[in-house]
């Protein structure tokens, strides 16, 4: 590895060693966000008399929540940077510029895996691609039907103005495209609107080529077929349909009724891993952003989200020819966009124009080059940079892009990341004073509010108590209710690549020949063919101990499982620690603290016997390989079954005839391992389907214990009994002061003191830094 190499993958290290610093930073906004959202409930539950006689008329929790969201949005992104495992270099620019082409001569792929092409825009789908020493391998990310419509149908249905039972896939059907391109043509935007027509068009036409692919799952699919799901069909020749709204050759009504495949619209996105040609940083990846200039609703959008979040260094291809020689200003846009998402980066260490000098004459190149210069005030690189190469020339782009722009992130990425890390510590305190500020000025406003009767206080605590839980617990179900939706995109990742090392684990043991090396199995399959006059005895029998054998190697998922029982115990705790904390043990383990807390309201002096038994409903959750994963591994395994349960078929029906030596045994040897590696493929997709199966059943346990601790006929009783058992743990001090609290002031005053606690929580964290 060369000196830019080890420099780079220093800045990763350094990336990975802060994670656990960012993770808790905005798990203690995260906290501070909740108690903010129970202050704006507690705030709208009063009335405006009761807040202005109190001194909280000036109070807006709605505002001090969009401050905790801007600092996690802050956060999020810092997350975002130091969560990559590659330094991503982002290919951006205007259409028919070279993009693809840079692409295919940096990784090595060829067009049918980056699309090129003579006329107008081809890749259709954006595509990450990563150096990998693994086997060449695409994943695609399929749409759900759900994701499809908001991500792509939605946006073309506000830019049309159609009606929102139209924007789905049924509906699209009932679109009258005739009347609505009469429409169009009265707007005054009808040149950018009626392309967008007619791309809705080839969807309405084209839906049965792509809607059942619309999983939601990922696909993995060979280098060599790529090019189907990734780029734009070849346009066909140019025919006038408006009139009757259909597509005369795609459309359901024209003559040869065969619609145009357009897969690429399932693909959500696509991810490459193949080896690139340069070894010099072994971390690298290669973002191919959507193309700019595209009439397609919110590309902007698309294009400004993918260079946040998934690139470090942009480099933006500029190519002079055709008319294309003078700094235009869709290129002065692209660098606009650019910079709304440098963040606290430089603009000059955050990207560069690559000025593709293919086929392109000294005037052109020489007239580009001054525009360049006035957009740089005469100094060179002064505001961005400025590459040179013939991007169709693999020795160019190597020299004078990658290696330029891998020596320069050498430099430039430890000053990104640490003006990253200040920006997000500058803006997340100036959020935190100004909510403190508001929180400490109504706190000092409510000092003049009267503790109630000792009664009312019992009944107005209580109430507080089940509230303030209540909005804790909602936010902890809105979690997994976000993690569990079909459109939430989230995605195990821990899980998956656990699930990836056991299939592949599995595979090895298989290749080697079930664990006793090729030649020792296939030596005994010889000796029982000589023996019995043929394999399938022997065949028979190994065929159940492969069985039964890969269904013991994927148990190995256990501890993952058991890890996210774990994870989904603890945010229990932290929910319930929002005013539970004082009977909560401390020592790390979620069980042992849920187990704690039920003893003690079990055995308190005014027993709570529903709570208790909504907290051993959570302690009694299983999670674990045998009774969640198993049955459906099973039924993956069936195709190693020697014979169908019904006595017929099975796989032995299958097994070829061969002849009796050891070459005759090798090829029963390779039929068999074809065969289990078949079923650890079916096996592993029942795992890659797992996550969803487990984000639905935490959220169902998740809601049964919500409803069972607070809403439970004996809630609120229970509540009662729970504050006046552990009032001196709940509330160690009394409240004092002039006036009246009645039970909406006190619940303000309790959330203050959460959104308070959560503050400086995250203030002890940031001094320990």
Not at 404 to 427: I, K, N
Not at 500 to 521: K, Q, S
Not at 537 to 565: K, M, P, W, Y
């Amino acid at each position: 590895m060369s000196d830019v190499g080890e420099q780079l993958e220093a800045v990763l290290a350094r990336r990975r060693r802060s994670q656990p610093a960012i993770e808790a930073e905005i798990a203690g906004w995260e906290q501070i966000r909740t108690a903010l959202v129970a202050l704006g409930q507690a705030v709208a539950a009063a009335d405006p008399e009761e807040l202005v006689a109190a001194g909280l008329g000036d109070l807006d929790p709605a505002a001090l929540e969009r401050l905790a969201e801007e600092a996690q949005a802050e956060l999020r992104t810092v997350r975002a940077r130091v969560n990559r495992r590659t330094v991503n270099i982002g290919v951006s620019g205007q259409a028919r510029n070279g993009k693809s082409t840079l692409l295919q001569k940096m990784s090595k792929l060829e067009d049918d895996q980056i699309p090129t092409g003579a006329g107008g825009a081809v890749t259709a789908v954006r595509s990450r691609i990563f150096n990998s020493d693994g086997e060449p391998e695409a994943i695609l990310t399929m749409h759900t039907e759900v994701s499809f419509e908001t991500e792509v149908l939605a946006p073309y249905a506000t830019e049309l103005e159609l009606p929102p039972p139209l924007a789905t896939l049924d509906g699209l059907a009932q679109v009258d495209f005739a009347a609505l391109d009469k429409t169009l043509q009265e707007r005054p935007n009808w040149p950018y609107l009626r392309p967008m027509l007619s791309r809705l068009r080839e969807m309405r036409d084209s839906v049965a080529t792509f809607r059942p692919l619309l999983t939601g799952r990922s696909r993995h699919v060979e280098l060599a077929d790529l090019r189907a799901w990734v780029a734009y069909p070849k346009d066909p020749p140019a025919t006038n349909d408006a009139h009757d709204g259909h597509s005369e050759h795609s459309g359901p009504d024209g003559p040869d009724h065969h619609p145009v495949d357009r897969r690429y619209l399932a693909v959500r996105d696509a991810e490459i891993h193949c080896p690139f040609p340069s070894r010099d940083v072994a971390s690298l990846g290669l973002i191919d952003l959507p193309g700019l200039g595209e009439l397609v609703p919110e590309a902007e959008k698309h294009h400004l989200a993918g260079l946040q979040n998934d690139v470090d260094y942009i480099l933006v291809v500029k190519w002079p020819q055709d008319g294309n020689q003078m700094w235009r200003p869709e290129d002065a846009k692209a660098l606009t966009l650019i910079d709304q998402a440098r963040g606290a980066a430089a603009s000059r260490d955050f990207s560069a124009v690559l000025v593709n000098t293919g086929l392109v004459t000294a005037e052109r190149l020489t007239a580009l080059e001054n525009d360049l210069k006035r957009v740089n005030s005469g100094v060179d690189d002064s505001a961005v940079r400025v590459l040179y190469a013939d991007v169709s020339d693999p020795d160019d782009v190597t020299r004078n892009v990658l290696e330029a722009s891998l020596a320069h992130l050498a430099q430039a990425l430890p000053r990104m990341d640490a003006a990253a890390f200040e920006q997000a510590g500058t803006v997340t305190a100036a959020r935190a004073a100004a909510i403190g500020t508001a929180v400490t000025a109504a706190q000092a406003a409510l000092r003049t509010v009267v503790t109630p009767t000792p009664y009312e206080i019992l009944d107005l605590r209580a109430k507080d108590l089940r509230e303030s839980l209540a909005g804790a617990l909602r936010a902890w179900t809105a979690d997994l209710e976000k993690r569990a939706r079909d459109d939430s995109g989230y995605e195990d990742l821990e899980f998956l690549e656990h699930a990836d090392a056991i299939r592949e684990g599995i595979r090895e043991w298989i290749l080697d020949g079930f664990g006793e090396g090729v030649e020792g199995w296939t030596g005994r399959l010889y000796a029982s063919m000589t023996a019995e006059y043929g394999g399938g005895q022997f065949i028979h029998h190994e065929l159940n101990s492969v069985r039964t054998a890969i269904a013991d190697r994927f148990a190995g998922i256990d501890d993952v499982l058991a890890e996210r029982l774990r994870r989904f115990r603890a945010d229990l705790v932290g929910a319930l620690s929002v005013r539970l904390g004082p009977l909560l043990a401390a020592d790390g383990d979620p069980a042992a603290a849920l187990r704690e807390l039920a003893d003690r309201l079990g055995d308190a002096t005014d027993p709570c016997p529903t709570l208790r038994r909504a907290l051993e409903f959570v302690l009694d959750i299983h999670l674990d390989y045998r009774t969640r994963t198993l049955p459906r591994i099973r039924q993956a395994l069936v195709i190693l079954l020697p014979a169908a349960r019904s006595g017929a078929g099975g796989a032995l029906e299958s097994m070829p005839s061969v002849e009796h030596s050891p070459a005759g045994a090798h090829e029963l040897f390779v039929w068999t391992s074809q065969l289990a590696r078949a079923a650890v493929h079916d096996g592993a997709r029942v795992l890659a389907d797992e996550p969803s199966v487990i984000a639905q059943a935490l959220l169902a346990y998740g809601e049964q214990f919500e409803d069972a601790f607070i809403r439970s006929d004996a809630a609120m009783a229970e509540f009662r009994r729970l504050a006046e058992s552990f009032r001196d743990q709940l509330w160690p001090t009394p409240d004092s002061g002039p006036g009246l609290a009645n039970a909406r002031i006190q619940r303000i005053r309790t959330t203050l003191k959460d959104v308070a606690s959560a503050l400086a929580d995250s203030a002890d964290r940031q001094g320990a830094r």
